[in-house]
């Protein structure tokens, strides 16, 4: 059975850091570009980053780049999530999400960052 | 404000039939047939109804299909069911960040 859960989700102020995890588990993880998708209260989603099953290619939203970076750990089978200069806008829900938009499309249920003075 | 435009609301009645838009260009929806649509109800995370614009992955019903018609994909709902009320978001490939864009996102109401 695919899992995939995320954690290091919290409260910080703006201009902190915070770094997400995502441990999956039940499928090949290095078959899989993996992706980082947020979702603001009562609001859409918003891609964020992805990293390639190799972890040779990386692509970030503009809303993120330069403050966000995206790694994964093959050994321990986990996508992070690593967030400078927090900012209130990324105030958000962020889901991980194996193989996005494709046949093997899942989703974990997501980790709640928010950044709040 | 979204890369891809979806209306904001639609509704229909049990048994009715409803289609949802989705218009972006030809640096995403247009240039290629990587869209996907996604069901969210309140509280849960989205689920993949729709890949590579016409595609179903196991799962999800046979109610739910999709098209593509130059820069507007669409999703249509046969049979309508009140499990069906949710929020629908289409998504594309774009080669503008070379990654993935969204909608805004649309609600329907089953009456």
């Known amino acids: 059975e695919v899992q995939l859960v995320e954690s290091g989700g919290g409260v910080v102020h703006p201009g902190g850091s915070l770094r997400l995890s995502c441990a999956a588990s039940?499928?090949?993880?290095?078959?899989?570009?993996m992706h980082w998708v947020r979702q603001a209260p009562g609001k859409g989603l918003e891609w964020v980053s992805l990293?390639?099953?190799?972890?040779?290619?990386?692509y970030y939203a503009d809303s993120v780049k330069g403050r966000f970076t995206i790694s994964r750990d093959k050994s321990r089978n986990s996508l992070y999530l690593q967030m400078n200069s927090l900012r209130t806008e990324d105030t958000a829900l962020y889901y991980c999400?194996?193989?996005?938009?494709?046949?093997?499309?899942?989703w974990g249920q997501g980790t709640l960052v928010t950044v709040s003075s | 404000q979204s890369a891809l435009t979806q209306p904001a609301s639609v509704s229909g009645s049990p048994g009715q039939s409803i289609t949802i838009s989705c218009t972006g260009t030809?640096?995403?929806?247009?240039?290629?047939?990587?869209v996907s649509w996604y069901q969210q109800h309140p509280g849960k995370a989205p689920k993949l109804m729709i890949y590579?614009?016409?595609n179903r992955p196991s799962g999800a019903s046979t109610r739910f299909s999709g098209s593509k018609s130059g820069n507007t994909a669409s999703l249509t709902i046969s049979g309508l069911q009140a499990e069906d009320e949710a929020t629908y978001y289409c998504?594309?490939?774009?080669?503008?960040?070379?990654?993935?864009?969204f909608g805004g996102g649309t609600d329907l109401t089953v009456l």
């Open positions: 999400v194996k193989d996005l938009g494709g046949y093997d499309d899942f």
């Open positions: 039940g499928f090949t993880f290095d078959d899989y570009a």
């Open positions: 990293i390639s099953g190799e972890g040779d290619r990386i």
């Open positions: 030809t640096s995403d929806v247009g240039g290629y047939d990587f």
């Open positions: 590579d614009v016409t």
């Open positions: 998504s594309s490939y774009t080669s503008i960040t070379l990654a993935w864009v």
